[in-house]
């Protein structure tokens, strides 16, 4: 970094405010280390650790939340940053040991350009609901990234929504239905009032869009993979995690199914990975 660390900045990003509300709640600290969200965790850390470099590679966790993924990531022997919008979370992550932490933004990095090994955006797309922020943010990963460097990028499904409240039961709630209809119509969630609200301010990718946008911003797609599978609607996927022999069939199923096109979809979430091009000439070729 060309700015020293900290913890708070006076020019923190702004986001909308039912957006930093919801963060600032403190539900998310918890929602991937409990009960069935360790799923989504478990997975992400299986897809990650089979497609990243090896340590001490550099890595840019940008909307790394409270250090969720960086705190493996540097137990791992990764160097790892991380940048978030959230102050309240950047202080959390500053506390892991061997994790830096700093309040930024994915669509104006405060990064050098080609520094960068590794760029994960395991949050951001969700709340930038117009496509041009997205692409400006996988832009920003494609400047920050040495030749050759990957970014790897996290969005929920199009019909994340439905699935999930139809699981749990909220969608025969007739106050939340219309938001959650909406969001499967044209993937935009509109945070409701109160607490008449499934999340907050997001947008919901239908899968084939992402590698798009990673095209438009410069970067290579190389691969997409559905994290939950179908497990996530299961009854019972709590108590088998709770297994650790139940677990690992779990996490071996899903990996069976991650990158089959027509189920991608099915998942709540898709990790799409995408590389950084070098264009320097070879050899032969200069």
Do not use: C
């Not at 089979?50 to 990764?78: F, K, M, N, T």
């Not at 899903?254 to 898709?270: K, Y």
């Amino acid at each position: 970094m060309t700015h020293a660390d900290r913890t708070s900045h006076p020019d923190a990003p702004v986001l909308a405010a039912e957006i930093t509300a919801y963060y600032e709640r403190g539900g998310e600290y918890n929602r991937l280390r409990e009960g069935d969200g360790r799923l989504e965790f478990w997975r992400t850390q299986d897809v990650l650790r089979r497609l990243l470099p090896p340590a001490p590679a550099r890595i840019l966790d940008v909307g790394g939340g409270s250090g969720i993924h960086a705190e493996w990531l540097a137990a791992d022997g990764y160097r790892v940053d991380l940048v978030d919008p959230v102050p309240s979370h950047v202080e959390q992550a500053a506390g892991i040991p061997r994790v830096r932490a700093h309040v930024g933004d994915a669509r104006s990095l405060d990064v050098p350009e080609g520094t960068a090994e590794v760029v994960l955006l395991l949050g951001p797309l969700y709340h930038l609901t117009a496509r041009r922020e997205r692409v400006a943010a996988l832009a920003e990963a494609h400047r920050v990234l040495i030749p050759g460097g990957l970014v790897v990028a996290a969005t929920i499904n199009r019909f994340a929504g439905i699935h999930d409240t139809l699981n749990k039961g909220a969608y025969f709630d007739p106050g939340l239905r219309p938001q959650i209809e909406a969001a499967a119509h044209d993937g935009r969630l509109r945070a409701a009032e109160g607490e008449k609200s499934m999340f907050t301010t997001a947008y919901f990718h239908q899968p084939e869009e992402v590698p798009a946008e990673f095209t438009a911003a410069g970067l290579t797609p190389t691969g997409q993979y559905g994290l939950e599978g179908a497990a996530w609607l299961m009854g019972g996927l709590a108590s088998w995690l709770d297994d650790p022999g139940r677990r690992e069939l779990v996490l071996h199923a899903m990996r069976r199914t991650e990158s089959v096109p027509s189920l991608l979809g099915v998942s709540g979430h898709v990790l799409t990975a995408g590389r950084k091009q070098d264009d320097a000439p070879d050899a032969a070729g200069s």
